[in-house]
T-cell receptor
Framework: KQEVTQIPAALSVPEGENLVLNCSFT??????LQWFRQDPGKGLTSLLL?????REQTSGRLNASLDKSSGRSTLYIAASQPGDSATYLC?????????FGAGTTVTVRA | DAGVIQSPRHEVTEMGQEVTLRCKPI?????LFWYRQTMMRGLELLIY????????DSGMPEDRFSAKMPNASFSTLKIQPSEPRDSAVYFC???????????FGPGTRLTVT
């Protein structure tokens, strides 16, 4: 069974700082890995999908890296803004099955 | 483009009542997933359909839960009879089976009193 750990559980930073969110997983035989954002009381928004053959994926201020062999992924958010405040979830996929971490709750202070 | 649509958004019911949650996946997506999210257990996959056929229902907690997908644009998750421990947010997600990038709906917040 895939176990996913996200560190830290919570993070509070002043606006403008770069964010580094870590994810580790136990089963490296993944198909891909998705990073999601969840706002309070809302659904999950897909931020980035990184295929198992890729080392990184970028979208705007977001960059995700993947080291499949060591079971790690990192999400970098550059120049954080108060609108980035949310919970970020990492989800490696074994075939169709996503396994979710508990998430990192980010607060960006204006 | 419309995303995944779920209804109702909120449901409050009494223990013992039947509850039906509905989902319309993104047009063209052939995979559909039902998830449940609670504070204690996080996000759990309940059931996975591919081309309208249930492929993996190992996450369905017990016989009180059932799911159907009568066509490519509609799925239901039914709980009968409902119990207070079923209170959670239920999400539907869809994807293309070629990419497996999942897109989530806004969820249905279920409260069973």
């Amino acid at each position: 069974k895939q176990e996913v750990t996200q560190i830290p559980a919570a993070l509070s930073v002043p606006e403008g700082e770069n964010l580094v969110l870590n994810c580790s997983f136990t089963d490296s035989a993944i198909y891909n890995l998705q990073w999601f954002r969840q706002d309070p009381g809302k659904g999950l928004t897909s931020l980035l999908l990184i295929q198992s053959s890729q080392r990184e994926q970028t979208s705007g201020r977001l960059n995700a890296s993947l080291d499949k062999s060591s079971g790690r992924s990192t999400l970098y958010i550059a120049a954080s803004q108060p609108g980035d405040s949310a919970t970020y979830l990492c989800a490696p996929a074994n075939d169709y099955k996503l396994s979710f971490g508990a998430g990192t709750t980010v607060t960006v202070r204006a | 483009d419309a995303g995944v649509i779920q209804s109702p958004r909120h449901e409050v019911t009494e223990m013992g009542q039947e509850v039906t949650l509905r989902c319309k996946p993104i047009s063209g997506h052939n995979s559909l997933f039902w998830y449940r999210q609670t504070m204690m257990r996080g996000l759990e996959l309940l059931i996975y359909f591919n081309n309208n056929v249930p492929i993996d229902d190992s996450g369905m907690p017990e016989d009180r839960f059932s799911a159907k997908m009568p066509n490519a644009s509609f799925s239901t998750l039914k709980i009968q009879p409902s119990e207070p421990r079923d209170s959670a947010v239920y999400f539907c997600a869809s994807s293309l089976s070629t990419t497996y990038e999942q897109y989530f709906g806004p969820g249905t917040r279920l409260t069973v009193t």
